[in-house]
């Protein structure tokens, strides 16, 4: 997959191209967007540690906990978003998912939530110079008690932290769903198997969508 910087997120099939090659290439997208991950994540590692802390991933290669920002435009080509939808990146790490939508669907609204404030310090550092806008993104522990995810139409979801939190963020979006229809694209083994667990509002009503790395939900 070859990296053009007029096109950063390219819109191919998804049977076009290797997750190897969607990583490699995201890593060109990192470099030229100007990010300096692996120093964060150097920052990151260095802080003290308590044995009650989440996962946050930190072991894992800059790539493996990312979504390919090509396989970002192949889910935003299947949701379609419509202008002033909003979209909420739960553990959006980087928050790559702001500058697909930024330049392919401008006039969505994009929130983003990431346990590692530098993570997000960068994410926003990154965004404003390449945009000039500020970043929606915070740092949050998406498992605490007192935190609810805001009302949106799109809820993205990586494998963070653990069941228990992958958990409580479900039945979030499950209260939030008694308001409005909601869809959740979840990414990884974790969020998967635990919506067709114990969440039959995601799976009963409408069929989900199946992909390699990622399927489509809607209540």
Same mark, same amino acid.
């Given at each position: 997959m070859?990296?053009?910087?007029?096109?950063?997120?390219?819109?191919?099939? #998804?049977?076009?191209?290797?997750?190897?090659?969607?990583?490699?290439?995201?890593?060109l997208?990192d470099?030229?967007l100007?990010?300096?991950? #692996?120093?964060?994540?150097?920052q &990151?590692? !260095?802080l003290?540690k308590? !044995?009650?802390?989440?996962?946050n991933?930190e072991?894992l290669s #800059?790539q493996?906990?990312?979504t390919p920002?090509?396989?970002?435009h192949?889910?935003l080509?299947?949701l379609?978003?419509r202008?002033?939808?909003? &979209? /909420?990146?739960?553990?959006?790490?980087?928050?790559?998912?702001?500058?697909?939508l930024?330049?392919?669907y401008?006039? @969505?609204?994009?929130?983003?939530?990431? +346990?590692e404030? #530098?993570r997000?310090?960068?994410?926003?550092?990154v965004f404003?110079?390449?945009?000039? *806008?500020? +970043?929606?993104?915070f740092s949050?522990? +998406?498992?605490? !008690?007192?935190f %609810?995810?805001p009302?949106?139409?799109?809820?993205?979801?990586?494998?963070?932290?653990n069941?228990?939190?992958?958990? *409580?963020?479900?039945?979030?979006? *499950?209260d939030?769903?008694r308001?409005?229809p909601?869809? %959740? /694209?979840?990414?990884?083994k +974790?969020?998967?198997? @635990? &919506?067709?667990k114990?969440?039959?509002?995601?799976?009963?009503?409408?069929?989900?969508?199946?992909f390699?790395?990622?399927?489509?939900?809607r209540?």
């Open positions: 070859i990296f053009d910087p007029q096109n950063p997120f390219p819109l191919l099939p #998804l049977t076009d191209y290797t997750y190897h090659e969607a990583q490699a290439h995201a890593a997208v470099d030229w100007g990010f300096q991950c #692996l120093d964060v994540e150097t &990151i590692r !260095a003290p308590n !044995a009650g802390d989440h996962q991933w072991h #800059l493996a906990f990312q920002y090509c396989e970002i192949n889910i080509d299947l379609q978003p202008p002033g939808q909003h &979209i /909420v990146d739960l553990g959006c790490a980087y928050a790559r998912m702001a500058f697909v930024h330049r392919h401008p006039d @969505c609204r994009f929130t983003g939530f990431e +346990l404030a #530098l997000v310090q960068e994410a926003q550092r404003f110079h390449h945009t000039g *806008k500020n +970043l929606n993104a949050q522990d +998406l498992s605490a !008690a007192d %609810v995810p009302a949106a139409d799109v809820y993205f979801i990586f494998d963070f932290g069941q228990r939190a992958v958990e *409580k963020t479900l039945n979030d979006l *499950k939030l769903a308001r409005q909601l869809t %959740v /694209v979840a990414r990884g +974790l969020s998967r198997f @635990c &919506i067709h114990d969440h039959p509002w995601l799976t009963a009503i409408q069929d989900p969508q199946h390699a790395h990622f399927s489509i939900y209540s």
